[in-house]
């Protein structure tokens, strides 16, 4: 495996995630999540799909889907004087931890299952942008991804992985979980900092010259269908998640970074989806970044942009 910049070596980021999957088999009843090995001898974890998902299940999901190189915890934060649970997030790896492992890059479509993954096992494959920039590509047996969808995946789905991550169908790992459940909006909450490094790729920013994320987000409530949770997880992002940036290289796009969903909408994201029909891909990817982002830059100056806006999060919470 090949290791961006001057970073020490490390594991491959598929087996540091399989170490974490292992860890979630081991303690599946404290975490209240499922296992099921399915014929093809891949495990098929349940992290909110037939059962209710949790807190900690979130946070090991979230843990899992950036390979073990960011820590999570929750903290209880207010929104329009009300408590709120929030996730936090840091790494000092985040093009491998956010781009590289985390981001939802890989569209999964196979005989009636839809999902959209998330983990390392994109890392396997390689062939978005994202690898080629951080010079990256991961080598190893097990592939690691994380479904969110709101029905679990089988054979037919280990088969597609397994064949483009160049595993053994035996070698792959799929937690999934609904958008609609309590580990959806904890995994969504943990994805502040992954939206703001993102966005400085789009920008043209060297993800490798980002040293450090960290980051907070609310936890949305639970919905009671996939599109009302989609809706308000993207709330909770784009006015609610804070993000604090250490870079080594100055940028005249810093301010690009925070979401302009508040100033070119101004209302909850279930009204801006409707008006184009739930179609998201019509929408400018400037709406998809996090409320706030402050940018340190080494030796330089301090740069601070965006705000929270609690109304909008109340409004869409139902506070």
Do not use: C
């Amino acid at each position: 495996m090949s290791v961006p910049g001057d970073r020490p070596s490390m594991e491959p980021l598929n087996r540091m995630a399989t170490e974490l999957v292992d860890e979630a088999i081991d303690f599946a009843d404290e975490l209240a999540i499922a296992v099921k090995q399915l014929d093809s001898e891949a495990t098929v974890l349940d992290f909110g799909v037939g059962v209710p998902g949790g807190i900690e299940a979130g946070l090991m999901l979230a843990e899992i889907q950036t390979a073990g190189l960011a820590t999570l915890d929750s903290t209880l934060g207010e929104i329009d004087d009300t408590p709120r649970t929030h996730v936090e997030l840091s790494t000092d790896y985040p093009g491998l931890a956010l781009l590289g492992a985390q981001k939802a890059g890989w569209e999964v479509s196979v005989e009636g299952f839809e999902g959209l993954g998330s983990g390392p096992a994109r890392a396997l494959v390689a062939e978005e942008e994202e690898y080629a920039r951080l010079g990256y590509q991961d080598d190893f047996e097990f592939a690691v991804l994380a479904l969110e969808a709101d029905t679990l995946p089988d054979d037919p789905v280990v088969s597609e992985v397994a064949d483009r991550a160049g595993v053994p169908e035996s070698g792959v790992f799929l937690p999934t979980y609904a958008t609609a459940s309590l580990t959806g909006s904890v995994a969504a909450a943990a994805r502040a900092a992954e939206l703001a490094l993102f966005r400085l790729l789009e920008l043209g920013y060297d993800p490798l010259d980002v040293l450090s994320a960290s980051a907070s987000a609310p936890v949305a409530p639970v919905a009671s269908e996939e599109s009302t949770a989609m809706a308000r997880t993207t709330d909770a992002l784009a006015y609610g998640g804070q993000v604090h940036l250490v870079v080594s290289e100055p940028f005249d796009r810093f301010d690009e970074v925070v979401s302009t969903a508040g100033e070119a909408y101004d209302e909850p994201f279930e009204a801006i989806f409707e008006s184009v029909e739930w179609a998201h891909e019509e929408l400018a990817t400037a709406l998809f970044g996090p409320a706030q982002v402050t940018v340190d830059v080494v030796g330089g100056d301090t740069h601070i942009y965006g705000q929270r806006r609690e109304d909008l999060l109340a409004e869409s919470f139902g506070l």
